[in-house]
């Protein structure tokens, strides 16, 4: 019942900037944590941001690879989250995971997320 499902991913050059979504339905939305993982060619999965449920403050944790660079944010009027993405890098390459839990605290492990969406491709190259 529970849907995520990411949009915004695109072919962009280094230095641009791009915004990806997770639009979020049968969960509530509010009350979980969510995040952003994403899986480069050839490597692991990786956490990339995370953020709270909204009743928790919402605040965010970050991968020392984008923190400076990236954003996370969320917008409970619309069930959805975002990740602003600025000054990207080619090393940036990968399909962008969307990731939810039942809870509002926020966890960087994979394994602590129940729910995931299907993921979006972000290329950065010249």
């Known amino acids: 019942q529970v849907r995520l499902v990411e949009d915004g991913g695109a072919w962009v050059q280094p230095g641009d900037s791009l915004r990806l979504s997770c639009a979020a339905s049968?969960?509530?939305?509010?009350?979980?944590?969510m995040a952003w993982f994403r899986r480069a060619p050839g490597k692991e999965r990786e956490f990339v941001s995370a953020?709270?449920?909204?009743?928790?403050?919402?605040?965010?944790a970050s991968a020392d690879s984008v923190k400076g660079r990236f954003a996370i944010s969320r917008d409970s009027a619309k069930d959805t989250l975002y990740l602003h993405m600025n000054n990207l890098k080619p090393e940036d390459t990968a399909v962008y995971y969307c990731?939810?839990?039942?809870?509002?605290?926020?966890?960087?492990?994979?394994?602590?997320?129940?729910?995931w969406g299907q993921g979006t491709q972000v290329t950065v190259s010249s």
């Open positions: 953020i709270s449920g909204t009743d928790g403050g919402s605040p965010t």
């Open positions: 990731a939810a839990r039942a809870s509002w605290r926020t966890r960087m492990r994979e394994t602590g997320y129940e729910y």
């Open positions: 049968g969960l509530s939305f509010r009350t979980s944590a």
